[in-house]
């Protein structure tokens, strides 16, 4: 029993192995663009809604009509800089650091720190934005000679990798529905057992990988907001779960593209 199911285990990874041969020269791209889909909805969002936005932050902190515009402003700006200069790869430690930044200013203007819900989904957007930056750095850079190995492993990125793979569990774990019907007991289950597995680094690409196709599917088919018309509120719900859950799967494909990194059993096992 255990040897069949090895094989149908070796057989999947060799299946996910094709497909990210095929697709390693968009599939970083792809994770990259979907990662920070969050932020350039929420960025074009401030443009759209700027007089809403403002006067909530105004009522909320009654800061004045300056500071809750500047508040507007510098998320709109901020976002969509970060966004523009994350797809173009120029400056994407600067780019991090403004979306950090962004999420920081968020946290504290939406009053998310008394949130649990919406606190753990903004702490896994820094894992999103930590994968982004450990994808930026070189490896390399750790030995004086060309063509000597080095001793070591890149000790920030690797730890960096470790940082967004267990963020990333935090935004999952938001996106659960606990109904006691058979198949949302089946989906969660299933969908946490992945997602652990992600975490500690254990056949990380297949479990990242069919992770993504799992979401991709869940979110088309529950967070449909194109079907829901604008004048109801749901429509904007169903569009902020649809961004942030695109944030996972970009989070998740760029597991797939960078590897689960040095912490992990998937790494430890090359050495056993």
């Known amino acids: 029993m255990a040897t069949t199911q090895n094989e149908y285990v070796s057989q999947a990874e060799d299946v996910a192995d094709q497909v990210l041969r095929r697709s390693k020269t968009i599939l970083p791209h792809l994770a990259r663009l979907c990662l920070i889909s969050t932020f350039l909805e929420d960025g074009i969002r401030m443009w759209f809604q700027w007089q809403e936005q403002r006067d909530y932050i105004e009522q909320t902190w009654n800061c004045g009509w300056f500071l809750s515009s500047l508040f507007v402003f510098i998320n709109l700006v901020g976002q969509l800089i970060g966004c523009v200069m994350v797809l173009s790869r120029k400056q994407v430690p600067v780019a991090c650091g403004l979306l950090f930044f962004i999420i920081a200013l968020q946290t504290i203007g939406y009053s998310i720190l008394w949130d649990l819900k919406f606190l753990m989904r903004n702490l896994a957007l820094c894992g999103g934005v930590i994968l982004l930056l450990a994808e930026s750095r070189t490896e390399g850079k750790q030995t004086l000679f060309a063509g000597v190995p080095s001793m070591g492993q890149n000790k920030p990125k690797t730890y960096m990798q470790l940082s967004g793979r267990l963020l990333l569990v935090l935004m999952f774990m938001t996106l659960l529905r606990f109904q006691l019907t058979p198949l949302q007991i089946i989906q969660n289950v299933v969908g946490s057992m992945l997602i652990i597995l992600v975490a500690i680094g254990f056949k990380t690409k297949l479990c990242a990988l069919i992770l993504v196709v799992w979401l991709t599917v869940l979110n088309f088919y529950f967070n449909a907001w194109w079907n829901i018309p604008e004048y109801r509120p749901m429509r904007d719900f169903l569009k902020y779960d649809f961004f ?28 056993w």
């Open 244 to 271: 942030q859950t695109f944030s996972v799967v970009g989070g998740l494909l760029l597991v797939v593209a960078l590897g689960p990194g040095g912490v992990s059993i998937d790494e430890h096992k090359k050495d």
